[in-house]
């Protein structure tokens, strides 16, 4: 019979899962959302070679963003009962096929079902869900939120790269063999996911909380709670606001004579400042009201967009922007997930994780789709901008009122599937 590992060689295999897992976690998120925030620099070849519109464009990102939202959830499900890696490598071959299938097609075709299905899935499987899921188990409660905030912020560094590699490839290239590039990325991703291994109960009492709810209890417990109801409602203006940014800034700033280089340094420059950004607000969260840190984050956004576009639009003036909106761009994950923590602890994160970031996909869906509706109905995208200050002001007032008191036995200890480095 196998003997049980003592608790000195448990510490140290945790303390290695935790470091490793840290650094794959920021790896995999970071290939993963530098590709899908890159996507938007295909819309100007695309439209010059294939005359894809700006809305059909718009629809397919739309696509994207609610299959990724509706795949989070499920796909959550399956990361809390069977842990992260086999979700991660077959999300991440979904992922290469799906840029492969537009670059191998060109057409309507492989615009929805592979930018938009395929790659959706791929992205539900190889972002915030299961990724945070797993890093807030391997760390002590004290340090999630920091822990969260750093992955986050580790997460977007390959944007900075990312977007001006993309940006070269189609100008010396063309797209269909950046597309190709990105599939590689993607393949890697699930070449890194090989690392994590999962035995069935390693058990840390500092990382087993929430108490032996079913997933249907669990569930229903957070339809109850009006402060899960609210944040996921605020959280729709997130989706909202960034996918709109993401599908058409590019497009934007060309109809404001401002260079492809430029969109994608502005591309990349949000990545970077969103490094900055998602530490500092899980360091802030740590500390401060969370609820009151994700109000400020919607409002200063809000401001943001309002400051950008009465003024006129310039190489400074899109960098600056870009700046400040990659500062605010996902410091929401860190706070989010904390939230979820203090509300309901962590036996079923993953699945409440999707459920509210599926209302995060619903506003990115429509946000997409409807700025290339706006745009090819008025040739304008003025209309759209004043939209996202409303969703975001609303959003505003939303969260500032939550809830964020935790459920009765958020705390309480009880055994959890670990993740674990053999």
């Not at 609610?66 to 999300?91: C, E, H, K, N, T």
């Not at 269909?176 to 070449?191: D, E, K, N, Q, T």
């Not at 800034?249 to 060309?254: I, N, R």
């Not at 609820?291 to 190489?315: D, E, G, N, Q, W």
């Amino acid at each position: 019979m196998r003997n049980p590992p003592s608790t000195a060689t448990l510490q140290r295999k945790l303390s290695l899962y935790t470091l490793t897992m840290l650094v794959l976690a920021a790896t995999i998120l970071s290939l993963s959302q530098g590709m899908r925030q890159s996507l938007g620099l295909f819309l100007p070849p695309l439209k010059s070679e294939l005359a894809i519109s700006a809305s059909t464009f718009g629809f397919a990102m739309a696509i994207q963003n609610i299959v990724w939202g509706i795949g989070q959830p499920i796909i959550g499900m399956f990361g809390d009962r069977y842990g992260a890696r086999p979700v991660l490598i077959v999300s991440a071959a979904i992922y290469a096929g799906g840029l492969l299938l537009m670059a191998a097609t060109g057409s309507h075709a492989g615009l929805d079902g592979g930018l938009g299905v395929m790659v959706g899935l791929g992205v539900a499987g190889t972002s915030y869900g299961v990724l945070i899921g797993s890093v807030s188990r391997a760390v002590p409660p004290a340090r999630r939120n920091q822990m969260v905030g750093l992955v986050a912020a580790a997460g977007s560094l390959a944007t900075f790269v990312l977007a001006p590699l993309g940006q070269y490839v189609i100008g010396i290239f063309g797209w269909r063999p950046a597309l190709a590039v990105f599939a590689g990325f993607a393949i890697l991703m699930g070449i890194l996911a090989t690392m994590i291994r999962r035995e069935g109960t390693l058990i840390d009492q500092a990382n087993a909380e929430g108490e032996a709810l079913s997933l249907g209890g669990a569930l229903r417990q957070a339809a109850a709670h009006s402060g899960f109801v609210a944040m996921t409602v605020a959280f729709f203006a997130c989706g909202f606001q960034l996918m709109f940014i993401t599908t058409h800034l590019a497009q934007f700033l060309a109809l404001c004579s401002v260079s492809a280089t430029i969109s994608a340094s502005a591309i990349g420059i949000i990545g970077v400042s969103n490094a900055v950004g998602s530490y500092l607000f899980g360091w802030l969260g740590a500390r401060y009201s969370q609820k009151r840190l994700l109000a400020s984050i919607y409002l200063l956004r809000t401001v943001s967009i309002a400051l950008f576009i009465a003024t006129p639009v310039t190489p400074a003036s899109t960098l600056t922007f870009a700046a400040v909106m990659g500062f605010l761009w996902l410091g929401v994950v860190p706070l989010v997930s904390g939230l979820l923590r203090t509300l309901f602890g962590l036996r079923y994160f993953n699945t409440l994780f999707g459920i509210a970031f599926f209302s995060h996909q619903v506003g990115g869906f429509l946000g997409s789709w409807l700025g290339g509706v706006t745009f090819d109905l008025t040739g304008s995208y003025s209309l759209a901008w004043y939209g996202l200050m409303v969703v975001g002001l609303t959003a505003t007032a939303i969260q500032w009122m939550m809830d964020d008191r935790a459920r009765p036995g958020a705390g309480a200890a009880t055994p959890l599937p670990q993740p674990s480095l053999v």
